[in-house]
């Protein structure tokens, strides 16, 4: 069965500091990756995603992240965090099949 | 994407009784599931609803505790039977259009069980 770690649960940063949220994965075979947003009082959001190609994706809001398959790893990085960017953060994988399993999140908050 | 609603939006339930929570979406999708997210912890997913047939339950659900209907490609139910303050989570659909695709999803549907 697959599974998703995520290490660091909370994370508090100023403004304008550079962001960056492990996320690792445990499956051998051809996985989709996935960076999910809930921002407080709001629903879950689609950050930005992998399936194949550049392995550096770029999502919304400044967000990337880089799959390095060697590390079974998909980090989640901002350079320059804001406010607005106070949320949860989890990532997420699936295979071939439907399933779409969870890390357990990560909690950030930027301090103004 | 798509447009996914979810009513009611929040509830407060007595012990024993059982609530059906509606997930709506603007396009047809191939794909429709739902996952629980109790407090303070990540999301989990309950079970696949299929179309047409009966739904495909993750390990520790049972079709008993929470029935799932989709009676088509745009709708679907998800009923939390005889509740317990356990069952108190964060109720959500997500949809996709294919097995491996991007799932979205639903504003969720908040349970408080007294």
């Known amino acids: 069965a697959q599974s998703v770690s995520q290490h660091n649960h909370h994370v508090i940063l100023s403004e304008a500091a550079s962001l960056e949220l492990g996320c690792n994965y445990s499956y051998g075979g051809t996985v989709n990756l996935f960076w999910y947003v809930q921002y407080p009082g709001q629903h879950l959001q689609l950050l930005l995603k992998y399936f194949s190609g550049d392995p550096l994706v770029k999502g919304i809001k400044g967000f990337e992240a880089e799959f390095i398959k060697s590390k079974f790893s998909f980090n989640l990085r901002k350079p320059s965090v804001q406010w607005s960017d106070t949320a949860e953060y989890f990532c997420?994988?699936?295979?071939?099949?439907?399933?779409?399993?969870f890390g357990g999140g990560t909690r950030l908050m930027v301090k103004p | 994407s798509a447009v996914i609603s979810q009513k009611p939006s929040r509830d407060i339930c007595q012990r024993g009784t059982s609530l059906t929570i509606q997930c709506q979406v603007d396009s047809q999708v191939t794909m429709m599931f739902w996952y629980r997210q109790q407090p303070g912890q990540s999301l989990t997913l309950i079970a696949t609803a299929n179309q047409g047939s009966e739904a495909t339950y993750e390990s520790g659900f049972v079709i008993d505790k929470f029935p799932i209907s989709r009676p088509n490609l745009t709708f679907s139910t998800l009923t939390v039977s005889n509740m317990s303050p356990e069952d108190s989570s964060i109720y959500l659909c997500s949809v996709g259009t294919s097995g491996a695709d991007t799932q979205y999803f639903g504003p969720g549907t908040r349970l408080t069980v007294l």
């Open positions: 997420a994988v699936n295979n071939a099949g439907n399933m779409l399993t």
